[in-house]
Nanobody, 127 residues
Framework: QVQLVESGGGYVQAGGSLRLSCAAS????????VGWFRQGPGKEREIVAVISQSGLSTLYGGSVKGRFTISREDAKNTVHLEMNDLKFEDTAVYYC????????????????????WGQGTQVTVSS
């Protein structure tokens, strides 16, 4: 397993941008698919984005497609989530998670398949 620490959350006005980072400790980071999930107040946890081990395959939750971009820097053991055109409904605690499961053609998306989770970072978007 790897240990994950999120950063970059904060308070932003609607239409603004934020960049979240997920830093991993441990070996063989490139063996893990990494995903971002979020849970808003009174809402269930939902998938935001996942990037495969190779970085060549990504998937996004329907509500963030076209606005968010996930990327990875294996040399730095880091995954980023670039969030643009933020909306009030994007307000949530954002968690990164890592999975050793390899799937094709899309990366793993079931939260139960993710072995390691970070503590979360709060993103608040004012309307």
């Amino acid at each position: 397993q790897v240990q994950l620490v999120e950063s970059g959350g904060g308070y932003v006005q609607a239409g603004g941008s934020l960049r979240l980072s997920c830093a991993a400790s441990g070996r063989a980071f490139s063996r893990y698919a990494v995903g971002w999930f979020r849970q808003g107040p009174g809402k269930e946890r939902e998938i935001v984005a996942v990037i495969s081990q190779s970085g060549l395959s990504t998937l996004y939750g329907g509500s963030v497609k076209g606005r968010f971009t996930i990327s990875r820097e294996d040399a730095k053991n880091t995954v980023h989530l670039e969030m643009n055109d933020l909306k009030f409904e994007d307000t949530a605690v954002y968690y990164c998670a890592a999975s050793a499961r390899e799937t094709w053609p899309l990366p793993v998306r079931n939260p139960a398949d993710f072995d390691s989770w970070g503590q979360g970072t709060q993103v608040t978007v004012s309307s």
